[in-house]
């Protein structure tokens, strides 16, 4: 599994997105890309990166969730590339609907799909364990004060996370983050069973 942190625009607020290709780019390979932001923006970038020969630039896209600065893009790959579309909440565009726990294919490899409600209701985490690396979206993994309300399901998916091996973690606005990770997560994980739990939550 390769992973390319794709290209966003200065003057438009969105987020980040990625593509994932095969180490080799093989037929069989599905080049995925997760989150699309909200336009066009990166169709160029795609376009000019190697893809493979004979293949769809883009077969699939995953989104964290479906918040318009992840996911209004979705029209345009729709429309270049009738990619499929994969997300834990319906919405337009959307194919089919994740499940907790689920493992999608990516590139050449897996990605196991962790419901981690907080953000909002249909956010998820995608985790690479080949390459210990998660894809975190909007989910807020530090968390330094023990002083506010937590829902209970967002401790639950936290919790989750805290239990796989991360060694790189690539966030929906923030640079891709390589040091750490498991601390951070487990620290937070820590911190948010000092606080009052709330059964509500996002």
Excluded at 27 to 49: C, H, K, M, Q, S
Aim: hydrophobic fraction near 35%; proline fraction near 3%.
């Amino acid at each position: 599994m390769k992973i390319v942190p794709l290209g966003k625009s200065e003057t438009v607020y969105s987020c980040n997105s990625y593509l994932i290709l095969g180490d080799w780019n093989r037929i069989e390979d599905l080049n995925t890309v997760i989150d699309p932001g909200i336009d066009d923006f990166i169709l160029n970038e795609i376009e000019r990166l190697s893809t493979g020969v004979g293949k769809t630039p883009v077969a699939q896209v995953i989104l964290t969730h479906n918040h318009f600065d992840h996911a209004a893009g979705l029209k345009a790959l729709k429309e270049r590339y009738n990619a499929k579309v994969f997300a834990f909440s319906d919405g337009p565009l959307v194919d089919e609907i994740l499940s907790d726990g689920q493992f999608v294919k990516a590139g050449d490899d897996f990605l196991e799909v962790l419901h981690t409600p907080g953000h909002s209701t249909d956010s998820i985490c995608l985790y690479a364990a080949s390459l210990q690396a998660l894809f975190s979206g909007d989910t807020q993994l530090r968390v330094k004060s023990t002083h506010e309300p937590c829902a209970r399901n967002y401790l639950d998916g936290l919790t989750k996370l805290a239990s796989r091996k991360i060694q790189s973690i690539y966030s929906g606005h923030d640079a891709p983050l390589t040091e750490g990770c498991q601390e951070i997560i487990q620290q937070t994980v820590i911190n948010l069973r000092k606080c009052r739990i709330s059964s509500i939550g996002g």
